[in-house]
């Protein structure tokens, strides 16, 4: 049987037979296409991922602090045009917010607390007192209990962002038109379930406490940047000061 050749190739299919070295230059062009594509794919996609992670980290703060800000001078200035509260003289509620938040080891400034911890509240880069599972009890009731408060750790003004900061004996004020309420800072827990409300009791007991007192309870999700789990900063009440005509600080935050 004689051997085929290329032009017999043709002859019988019609078509220029190629020589395996074409062959594969033509497979390995095809390989390095789809190669190409599927790295061109990733980039695209590390792109919108590092944009997310920047609008995430970054710009959610902008834009809750500049909200809280806002908020923050409509508080202040219904204090400064002596207007109570929306529920009469003594009370704190107002459409603005109750009053602000100091915690000198977690940094410079005030936060805005305002009532709810919903997304909705908490996303303007301010804390919010609890109103469900566990109703907090506001400081200016003058009843025992807990000043219950919840915010975010890492976006949305990150608030609470460096909350593991915070040491036993430090100072937490918060700060109402009239008066400073000082408190101090008696227990921590780094982790618990985010399911666990006893934290938030009016006696909170898993803090080592036993009996009815005036406390306040710092939550925010932990680790950071995630929501698994909840870390909880409790303090209680040692004074109270009056505010006076220049509105000065009390010492622990001088």
Known sequence: MAATTDTDHEEHTGAPGRPPAARRRGSGRVLARAVSVFGELLITAGLVLGLFVVYSLWWTNVMADRAADEQGDKVRDNW???RVGSDGPGTLDTKAGIGFLHVPAMGDGDILVEKGTSMKVLNDGVAGYYTDPVKATLPTSGKAGNFSLAAHRDGHGAKFHNIHKIEKGDPIVFETKDKWYVY?????LPETSKYNVDVLGAVPKESG???AGHYITLTTCTPVYTSKYRYVVWGE???TEKVDGERTPPEELR
């Open 184 to 188: 101090k800072v008696y227990g921590i």
């Open 80 to 82: 400064a045009q002596d």
């Open 209 to 211: 406490k036993t009996k």
């Open 237 to 239: 009440l040692v004074r």
